[in-house]
């Protein structure tokens, strides 16, 4: 059984793997009208995002190189959220757990240590958002 616990681990190692690594194109996967995986290309790792539908949870993890199966994939590298982060450098990486101990989230930063997206499994999909500083 893959706790939280261990797919916080893998998620926190895979950050350590793309480091100040600039994102070069972003890729998603769909299947029956939900995005069930993400591929985030950096220069000699990628980072795969996958939704478990067993437990509407977040998997991270770290392949080497960059190559995907592009007849499967939609590059949505220039859509919103993403074009705002390509070209940009990862910086920090944080993993979310709910009361039900399921580890269901990820914020990434770029170019900085603050917090700019939310990735979260609700209903077997991973759903991207932007977070908004409402202070300085």
Do not use: H
Not at 112 to 122: H, R, T
Not at 125 to 134: L, N
């Amino acid at each position: 059984m893959i706790t939280a616990n261990n797919k916080a681990t893998e998620a926190l190692s895979s950050y350590s793997a793309i480091d100040g690594s600039q994102l070069l194109r972003v890729w998603q996967f769909e299947a029956e009208g939900s995005v069930d995986r993400l591929v985030l290309d950096f220069p000699s790792t990628s980072l795969l995002i996958t939704a478990d539908e067993d437990d509407d949870s977040i998997t991270c993890s770290i392949a080497k190189g960059t190559t995907v199966d592009q007849g499967c994939a939609i590059d949505v590298s220039g859509r919103e959220p993403w074009e705002s982060f390509i070209g940009r450098a990862f910086g920090w990486g944080w993993v979310t757990v709910n009361q039900q101990g399921y580890c269901d989230g990820l914020l990434l930063s770029f170019d900085g240590i603050v917090p700019e997206l939310v990735l979260n499994v609700m209903a077997s999909s991973i759903k991207t958002g932007t977070i908004v500083r409402t202070s300085v």
